[in-house]
C-alpha cells in the first residue's frame, strides 16, 4: 500500500511540477558515490605549502616538486577572466591535459559548491581521487583569502553571477 501511495505522490508531483520533479529524480538516481569535501582552511595550507615549496625550488634554482593536488575552477570563462583561487587552472586546461593529472587529487571548485559537485561526480565516475571544494570561491573570499588574474596578479574583484551573494567590503563583486 506504502508503495502505491508513494508512487501516485510521485506522478502527481511530476505532472504538477514536472521541471522540479524531473531536477529531484535526476539528482536521486545519479548520485552516485559520496564525493568527499575539503574546508577552506585545508584547502589554504595545500596552497600555501605550494607556494612555499615552489619559491624554495626557485631560488635554489631547481624544478619544483609536483604537488599531489590539482585545483580545478569550473565556472564560465566570463567568471574565470576576473579572477581565479592561486594556483587552480581552468576545467578547459585540466581536461586537455589530463593524464599530467592522473595520479593527484582534484580539488573543483566553482561559485558555491553546485557546479563543482556536479563535475566531481563525473571525474569520480572515470576513476579519479576528487574533492569538492563545498563553499567554493564565495567561502574563499568570505575567508578574506587572496585571489588572482589569469595571468597571476593579486585582484580584489572576484565574479559572482548576481548581486543576491554578499562579499566582504574589500572586494569588488563582478556580476557581468
Known amino acids: ?21 524531473a531536477a529531484q529524480i535526476l539528482d536521486f538516481f545519479s548520485s552516485g558515490p559520496a564525493i568527499e569535501t575539503i574546508e577552506t582552511a585545508d584547502l589554504n595550507v595545500l596552497i600555501t605549502a605550494r607556494q612555499q615549496a615552489e619559491a624554495k625550488a626557485t631560488a635554489a634554482g631547481e624544478q619544483p ?15 574565470q577572466k576576473v579572477s581565479l583561487i592561486p594556483g587552480a587552472i581552468t576545467k578547459a586546461a585540466f581536461e586537455k591535459d589530463a593524464k599530467k593529472y592522473q595520479d593527484r587529487t582534484v580539488i573543483v571548485y566553482c561559485l558555491s559548491g553546485g557546479r563543482s559537485k556536479a563535475y566531481a561526480k563525473q571525474l569520480v565516475g572515470k576513476g579519479a581521487k576528487v574533492k569538492n571544494y563545498q563553499g567554493s570561491i564565495l567561502a574563499w573570499v568570505n575567508a578574506e583569502l587572496p585571489l588572482v588574474t589569469p595571468e597571476g596578479k593579486p585582484t580584489n574583484r572576484v565574479h559572482t553571477v548576481s548581486d543576491r551573494y554578499q562579499v566582504p567590503a574589500k572586494y569588488e563583486q563582478v556580476t557581468q
Do not use: H, N, Q, T
Open 65 to 79: 616538486e609536483e604537488a599531489g593536488f590539482v585545483l580545478v575552477d569550473v565556472r564560465s570563462d566570463a567568471e
Open 1 to 21: 500500500m506504502y508503495k502505491s501511495v508513494a508512487f501516485l505522490a510521485l506522478v502527481l508531483f511530476c505532472v504538477i511540477e514536472p521541471k522540479i520533479a
